[in-house]
């Protein structure tokens, strides 16, 4: 398989391309720009193609000059960045989005994986929140999360092109950066494993879906690779583990002596994360293909504390 990875330089990007490669597909990376640090171990092993997926003709040209069997659409602006310029998350997340899925008809992709979101589901839905729970967000984030829903539906229905979306909760994972609106769920583990104290900025009782990066990546694969057959809907929500921000910080503070963990809520940030689902109904997609998480919040601690040894050379 030939897979055409946008956003490909990015948090969920590089690790999606590595499980790629591993297993001999070929990969081209798309994105604005590729930090050498970051793709040392990749070498030669993929493509690289810059290109910005707000403008047309340069996704049109990384369609043609490398003709993807299967595209996975990760470029986004996220939460916090959308509220920040609005004008760059519409033109990154709904014009994006359709630059790469009119690429993907006009050269004849099979398929073309999504990663939706918690963030397109509006406050009040029931817990755990139904894979068919309508969808009325509240940020413009969640927003181009249902648009990317709803065309990619369209798409397949009218053009026969398999669209498949899953809505993945907050992925958190060493290397995650800021920008989305549960950032929190990371930096309170990565920061104070640092030697570094971090002041939440949501309250102890927060609790969000939370998923490690390496299930993310393994969902988005499996959904791939799931026969046409097997596939009874276009989009999936997937469920990790869901707890609350004190149990992170308790986590941590028994796996780090001395781990300096403060909580300050800030009342904008909180009202969006209290809009969220706590935890997401997903048992279509463990009966259609065989998703299956692998970390809960013992294994994400450890998984932050291995990537942390390796960086430091231990």
């Not at 798409?155 to 950066?177: D, I, K, M, N």
């Not at 939440?200 to 927060?206: K, Q």
């Not at 097997?230 to 004190?246: E, I």
């Amino acid at each position: 398989m030939k897979a055409l990875i946008t956003g490909g330089a990015g948090f969920l990007g590089l690790p999606l391309a590595r499980a790629l490669v591993k297993r001999g597909d070929s990969v081209a990376l798309l994105d604005l720009a590729f930090p050498e640090n970051r793709l040392a171990d990749l070498g030669g092993k993929v493509e690289r193609h810059v290109a910005n997926v707000a403008i047309f003709s340069e996704v049109l040209e990384a369609f043609r000059r490398h003709r993807p069997d299967a595209v996975f659409h990760l470029a986004a602006l996220l939460s916090a960045g959308a509220i920040a310029s609005p004008t760059e998350a519409y033109h990154v997340n709904i014009d994006g989005f359709f630059h790469a899925i009119e690429g993907a008809r006009l050269f004849d992709v099979s398929r073309f994986v999504f990663p939706s979101s918690i963030a397109s589901f509006g406050p009040g839905t029931p817990d755990p929140t139904p894979n068919e729970q309508d969808q009325k967000p509240t940020t413009l984030y969640g927003v181009s999360k249902v648009f990317g829903e709803r065309l990619g539906e369209y798409y397949q229905r009218t053009y026969g092109l398999e669209f498949r979306a899953l809505r993945l909760p907050s992925v958190l994972g060493p290397g995650r950066g800021p920008g989305g609106m549960s950032a929190y769920s990371t930096f309170m583990i990565e920061r104070p494993i640092q030697g570094e104290p971090y002041e939440v900025y949501c309250r102890e009782d927060t609790r969000i879906p939370l998923l490690y990066v390496e299930d993310a990546v393994d969902g988005l694969v499996r959904v791939h690779d799931a026969p046409r057959a097997k596939v009874t809907r276009c989009s999936y929500n997937v469920q990790g583990f869901s707890p609350a921000a004190g149990e992170i910080a308790a986590e941590v503070r028994r796996r780090v002596p001395g781990a300096k963990i403060a909580f300050r809520p800030d009342p904008d940030r909180q009202k969006v994360l209290d809009s969220w689902p706590r935890r997401l109904e997903d048992t279509p997609a463990r009966e259609d293909w065989g998703w299956r998480p692998s970390f809960d919040l013992a294994a994400t601690v450890d998984g932050y504390l291995r990537g942390q040894r390796v960086r430091a050379g231990a």
